[in-house]
């Protein structure tokens, strides 16, 4: 079993930067790809970010590109999401999901969830 922690998640100003962390027990969290999804009420959880299982390969939602920054520390167990720019749109309930398929970009080619940490960017 594996479990996932998100923290960093709060208020912030239109243009402000947050940085989000998920701190990974349970198994060798090198063994798996890293992904953010985030839900905003009434929407479908959507892909945000993923990261491949040596960091060396990232991948983006195109409306994030340029502002987010997926990174891992497998020594440290933990993945963070730097998010620059933020923009009211940006507004969900952001989680960290572990798996194995190489670039996942749906939900379900996850095996293990977060809980989630909410963002709010307001205009």
């Known amino acids: 079993q594996v479990q996932l922690v998100e923290s960093g998640g709060r208020l912030v100003q239109t243009g402000e930067s947050l940085r989000l962390s998920c701190e990974v027990s349970?198994?060798?969290?090198?063994?798996?790809?890293m992904a953010w999804f985030r839900q905003a009420p009434g929407k479908e959880r959507e892909f945000v970010a993923v990261?491949?299982?040596?960091?060396?390969?990232?991948a983006y939602l195109d409306s994030v590109k340029g502002r987010f920054t997926i990174s891992r520390g497998n020594a440290g167990n933990t993945m963070s999401l730097q998010m620059g720019s933020l923009k009211p749109e940006d507004t969900a309930t952001y989680y960290c999901?572990?798996?194995?398929?190489?670039?996942?970009?749906?939900?379900?080619?996850?095996?293990?969830w977060g809980q989630g940490t909410q963002v709010t960017v307001s205009s």
């Open positions: 349970g198994r060798t969290f090198s063994n798996y790809v």
């Open positions: 990261i491949n299982r040596g960091g060396t390969a990232t």
């Open positions: 999901a572990a798996g194995t398929v190489l670039n996942g970009r749906r939900p379900d080619m996850y095996l293990y």
